[in-house]
């Protein structure tokens, strides 16, 4: 009478995953003693260095969305649960992360251009963004039977709609800085700008992968209930 | 007396025809929808008159006066998106349509095209209306300050005929309708807003700029339709 | 032209609506679904109708596929204890509406006959512009039947078709049950009328937590006494 329907997955994430949250708690045990160490820029002295946690969180916040937006559109589309998993998770760390980079944000914009926010494209869209990936959550919890599609066709929208918005707000006027900012960092800047990206990476594939597995074992779970059930009515 | 085996089905574009046409017969018997939108559009222009107010009485900008429009425009269009559905729940038509051999994103278009003809008639009120309200001048570019409204009334219809549908059985749904449809039509609003009050401003002339947001406007209302016909299908299924 | 089921399971969540049904619905035959509340036979009509996509196994009608949304629900006629009509519209309204929308002209001659068939001929002379809305539960319900068989559906569904009607109304329904499987189509009703059951069924299913609990065909009528016995004590053997 065994049944095949589910064996219990590995009993945790598994030892590569351990070794990635060591990794990450050294890593940002000593993150900070690097920046600290980091030049100081020139024009905007050292509340600069916010941009080395602000970058980092608002590429997670994009990440995280088309992360989403892909799981959705799988499940959407070809009905995969796992679509759906990894839609669902990808939209909390969204969340996690935008709330990190509206706050970093600001506070740097207040040192820098002498106010908390400007309506330019970038900060515009990615507000926007976020707030989307909040209605996500919101949706998933609240939206009533079809709540599943229902998210997974917010998050289709969102991902053609974010950049409609950057463009479309884009054309007034920009005091963000752009991108190019990378590129022109000197040496130094570059090394600790890139290990805080690694950094801040690393520690979303640890959410990740833990999140994910939670909601796997979740889903697991009402396999093996419905199979008990099975054994019992047999 | 044999089954017959096969039944002709109509072609596309009387599908989605004989679906807006049967909506807006319905609505037409009662115009329960028109009027509680047409309302309800009024309601927020004219609160918006008196919150801005002043002694002297000054004239507000063209760009207030077009974002003031939109957002009663927006505002009261979700009345329509949630009724729209209301009419298929009452009594299960919804059941009997989906056995149709019509094809669902036939249901889709038919729906999005009545909801922008409820729009549409709503707006020939209140555009005159906040015209006269805010002594804007609307008649040097009436017809293209229609054609804004219309494109604008199709993004905004395109995203929220997916999401009424598919809050349909929703408890919370005109709540939910409202949270969920306003970030995504952003772009319209902006879009639309920006179009509008370039047309109203006696003393600008940059019309290439309206232009390039009327047509924004219809790509960006071309993009949601395209993404409203893959989305709608899956999601009216339900679960 | 017959519908079998193949180990169809649905799960919702945690929740197992129906478990591994396997079972087969001849033409010119008509199958009585029993159960109690709860057991799954709404779950049962929404995959029978193609509007729910079973969690596993397979659905054939004619030995093809049935899967949700296909076109071949063209051949499917159905009843549910909604009418699935426009309440705001007319009969003549509702009728010509769905005939349309199966790619058939509804004649005068050919909507007389429809009503006649069900018996409202008579009731809705000179009301046919008038709301359905206003009609009460039973010739509701005749006109939704009216509704079903437009296109001449092979495969009946009904899902407590008698739930709305008196006496008078249960024995028509029960007569009119009785032609279609003359006329060889396949009947499947789903009930909790034990007496409408007894009076039509060519076979007894029951449904009991998910699962087929009996599946028999009768070879001679029974009487409503004898199916209650029948049932009662199939739950009791199931429980």
Sequence with gaps: MANQAATPSSRGPGAVWMAAVVLCILGFAY???????????????????????????????????????????????????????????????????????????????????????????????SLLLWLVMVAYVMARRFGGPASRKLAAALALFAAADVPLVYLSVHIWRTIHPKTTVVPTLGKEMMGVFFTSLGMFTLLWVVLFVLRGHLEKARDELDTLALDVEDHLEA | MLPRESVSVPGFATQVLRIAAKDLRIEWKSREILLTMGYLAVVIVLAFAFAFVTVGGERLSPSVTSGILWVSVFFSGT???????????????????????????????????????????VEVIVVPLTAMFFSAELGSHLLWTALILVLGNFGYAAVGVVFSAALLRSKSRDVLLSALLFPLVLPV?????????????PKSADLGSAVFWTQFLGISGGIFVVLGLWAFEPVLSGD | MSLQLQAVCKNYGRHRALSRITTEFPAGRISVVLGPNGA????LMGILSTLVAPTTGTVLWQGQPLVAGTPMRAQIGYV???????????????LTLFASLYGQQLAPAALAESLKSVGLAEDLEGRLELPVRAFSRGMQ???????????????????????????????????????????????IVITHDLGLAATIADRILLLRRGRLAMDRTLDAPMSEAELRTLYEEALRVAA
């Design chain 3, 40 to 43: 799954g036979k709404s779950t």
């Design chain 3, 141 to 187: 319900q005749r006109l939704a039947l009216a509704r079903a068989l437009l296109h001449n559906p092979a495969l009946l569904l009904f899902d407590e078709p008698s739930a709305a009607l008196d006496p008078t109304g249960a024995s028509w329904l029960a007569g009119h049950l009785q032609r279609s499987r003359e006329a060889g189509r396949t009947v």
């Design chain 1, 31 to 125: 993150l900070p003693q690097m920046v600290v160490q980091a030049p100081i820029e020139r024009t905007m002295g050292p509340v600069q260095k916010i941009f080395y946690y602000h970058v980092p969180c608002a590429w997670l916040l994009m990440l995280s969305t088309f992360v989403c937006a892909g799981g959705s559109i799988a499940y959407l589309f070809k009905g995969s649960m796992r679509g759906d998993r990894v839609a669902r998770v990808s939209a909390e760390l969204a969340v996690l992360f935008g709330i990190c980079t509206l706050v970093t944000g600001p506070l740097w914009g207040r040192v820098a251009w002498g106010v908390y926010w400007q309506w330019d494209a970038r900060l515009t869209s």
């Design chain 2, 79 to 121: 009345v329509a998106l949630s009724r729209t559905f209301d009419r298929e729940r009452d009594g299960e038509a919804i059941r009997a349509l989906l056995l149709t051999p019509i094809a669902r994103s036939a249901i889709y278009l038919g729906k999005l095209l009545g909801v922008v003809v409820l729009m549409a008639s």
């Design chain 3, 80 to 94: 549910g204890h909604e009418p699935g009509l426009y309440p705001d519209l007319g009969a003549r309204a509702n």
């Design chain 2, 189 to 201: 609003l902006i879009a639309g807003a920006r179009a509008t009050s370039l047309l109203l401003d």
